[in-house]
């Protein structure tokens, strides 16, 4: 079992080994993988189809000493199994384990932290204008997938790069997928050099060539041989989006052909000013089901591997509002949907099936999906555009100067609010509620359960102004308490009748309250349970009550306590008046590394027992 990763401590050890033997270690490297990764869940797709270009980039170059930056960084698994930390994947992605992204605090070989895409050629062309500042001497590689390319950030990059003209390597890992299809101008573009490549011409013909005379193996062999000299002589290709930009593009290169790679590398690693290799590799290489499925096998939790089979979920959150949003899209023919290469992710895949025309994937681009929005509001339409909480942070500027300040009828549908588990720090969606709080125009609500959730997507569309609305990540949920008549904008709702202490509750953590509620009787202590469904407007006739009538105010969010809905309630008691005493439940103003929710909510005094303990102690 793993002869070959057995013999792998650190990248010296790729080093010493033959072209055929790294061919050998890769192939363990796959099988434990798939193993380790159907036990713990992961990032498979991406990983399996890298094997040999990670194993290519340690043996050319010297790491950590050579800078290699990961963009997003969910593909560097075979970089952490081949710098020392194999042993550690039992724990991947857990609480206090090893994480699915680089991390500087982790490895010495982890040039960088990510999470979020299209920043390596950023912090590549960074690293090299500091090392030719200070004089040193090293090579650095970004390595960035074509869904990554689109990002604007990656653009912003290699324009400065080209200008700059630094000694650096890009390396394209051309799949041709994002999470699902890879869409877009430049992934067009990038498809149109793989299949009219001379380089793929050549191979074709030469393997007619070779089919028709070579009968034996040993013959096969040495055509192979004469096959691979013939085909290296055509790299580089011209490639004028990236040579026009002054960035030498070779390609493209075969990602699971080690000698190839090699070749490739060492002639990148002697080039002057920056290159581009073109690298086209196979999402989920090795294991039949995830070639077969990578969008299904980007990102899974623990599987069956013989079968493939995935544990049945129940349905989502997201799913739910897909479904809505069919049903709104039904009535209101201006409602268009929107989403920045996540259509799996935020249900709209389910909507651009029955309304492919009303649908837009622009690829990772955040910031132009939100200004986008803006523009399709602009011309009368109703855009919902759903976005993960911690990637909505790339397009701040946008809400604020693109859709409030014009005030634009655009509804962010922020799915993945609060904590959402095994991604860890970088996709928390922690912020939210503070970065939206001091916007004027928008509206920001968030649903106690899935219902809820529907009835939010209703009333936003009788607003001709700026929506969010924030929900987590996980399967439905309906709490079967209060009411679940047509809301108004800024109403609460009291959803039990205690005494001395009211705790207002916002989105997921009404359900906490409920439960820390629940954990109370035992103690005969009895809080009045608010749904406070509305960060912006509050509803300030009840908070005016409440304050009267309670000697403790409450609130708890799942949301950063720094600026958010706790802080707008305590700006209200403040601006009032008010003497009483308030305590703010939620996220601490620290990152929050990766483990399940629950474990994270106890590690930080959200889950419903700590709320409960809180109570007690007051
Ligand atoms: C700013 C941002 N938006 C969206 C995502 C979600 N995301 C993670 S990986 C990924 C696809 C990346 O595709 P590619 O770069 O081609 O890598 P591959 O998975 O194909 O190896 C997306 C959309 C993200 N991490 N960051
Ligand atoms: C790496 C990345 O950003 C995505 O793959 C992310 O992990 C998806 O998260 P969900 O599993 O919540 O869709
Ligand atoms: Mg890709």
Redesign the pocket.
């Known amino acids: 079992m793993y002869k070959y990763l057995n013999k792998v401590n650190s990248p010296k050890d790729i080093k010493a080994m033959s072209v055929e033997e790294m061919d050998l270690l890769a192939k363990d490297i796959r099988k434990f993988l798939v193993k380790s990764v159907s036990n713990t869940g992961g990032?498979l797709?991406?990983n399996l189809?890298?094997v040999e270009l990670t194993l290519a980039l340690h043996k050319v170059f010297d790491s950590p000493e050579d800078k290699i930056v990961w963009?997003?960084g969910?593909?560097s698994y075979v970089h952490k199994i081949v710098t020392g930390r194999k042993n550690d994947f039992t724990s991947l992605r857990q609480f206090n384990g090893l994480s699915g992204f680089p991390k500087e605090n982790e490895s010495p070989h982890d040039i960088f932290d990510t999470?979020?895409?299209?920043t390596s050629i950023s912090v590549a062309t960074g690293i090299a204008c500091a090392r030719d500042i200070k004089n040193e001497d090293y090579s650095v590689i970004s390595v960035?997938?074509?869904?990554?390319?689109t990002?604007g950030m990656a653009l912003e990059a290699l324009n400065h790069l080209g200008y700059v003209k630094k000694n650096m390597i890009v390396i394209l890992?051309?799949?041709e997928?994002?999470?699902d299809k890879?869409v877009g101008g430049m992934s067009r573009h990038l498809s149109s050099i793989i299949s009219n490549s001379t380089v793929n011409k050549v191979k074709d013909e030469v393997e007619k060539l070779l089919s028709i005379t070579s009968t034996g193996n040993a013959i096969s062999k040495t055509a192979n041989k004469v096959k691979d000299s013939i085909i290296g002589k055509f790299i580089p290709q011209e490639c004028a989006l990236f040579d026009s930009l002054g960035i030498k593009y070779y390609g493209p290169i075969d990602g699971h052909n080690t000698k190839e790679l090699i070749d490739i590398l060492i002639k990148a690693k002697n080039k002057k000013g920056p290159v581009l290799l073109h690298v086209i590799?196979k999402?989920g290489k090795g294991y039949k089901f995830a070639e077969e499925k990578?969008d299904k096998y980007?990102g899974v939790s623990k599987f069956d591997i013989r079968t493939g089979v995935l544990p049945s979920s129940n349905k989502s959150i997201s799913c739910a509002v897909g479904e809505k949003l069919i049903d709104m899209a039904k009535k209101n023919e201006n409602i268009v949907a929107i989403t920045?290469?996540?259509p799996s992710?935020t249900g709209l895949n389910l909507f651009e099936k029955v309304y492919p025309n009303r649908y837009y994937d622009v690829g990772?681009a955040?910031q132009h999906a939100a200004t986008f929005s803006a523009g399709l509001a602009k011309n009368g339409l109703k855009p919902y555009f759903a976005v993960?909480s911690?990637?909505l942070q790339?397009a701040y500027d946008q809400v604020i100067h693109d859709i409030c300040i014009t005030n634009k009828p655009v509804t962010l549908l922020i799915d993945r609010a609060g904590i959402v588990g095994n991604d860890g720090e970088?996709?928390h969606g922690m912020f939210d509620l503070s970065y939206l709080n001091s916007v004027p125009n928008i509206t920001v609500m968030a649903p106690k359960d899935t219902r809820e959730l529907e009835l939010m997507m209703d009333l936003s569309l009788d607003i001709n102004a700026p929506v969010a609305i924030r929900y987590p990540r996980g399967n439905s949920y309906y709490l079967n308490k209060g009411s679940y008549e047509n809301i108004n904008i800024g109403q609460y709702e009291v959803l039990e009748e205690g005494k001395d202490t009211v705790i207002l509750a916002i989105g997921n953590m009404v359900k906490h309250a409920l439960e820390a509620s629940e954990i109370l009787l035992n103690e005969d202590i009895k809080p009045t349970i608010v749904n406070a469904r509305f960060l912006k407007p509050i509803d300030e006739t009840l908070l005016h009550k409440l304050v009267k009538e309670y000697k403790n105010i409450v609130t708890i969010e799942d949301n950063i306590i720094t600026g958010g809905f706790g802080s707008r309630i305590n700006q209200f008691i403040i601006d009032n008046g008010y003497d009483v005493k308030v305590t703010n439940i939620g996220l601490p103003e620290t990152f929050i590394p990766h483990g399940s929710p629950n474990e994270i909510y106890d590690s930080i005094g959200l889950s419903p027992n700590c709320i409960a303990d809180k109570i007690k102690s007051l």
């Open positions: 990032h797709a991406s189809g890298v963009d997003v969910h593909q999470g979020h895409s299209s960035i997938g074509d869904g990554s390319i990002g890992n051309d799949n997928m994002s999470i890879n590799t999402k990578p980007h920045a290469a996540m992710g990772i955040e993960y911690s990637f790339r970088t996709h």
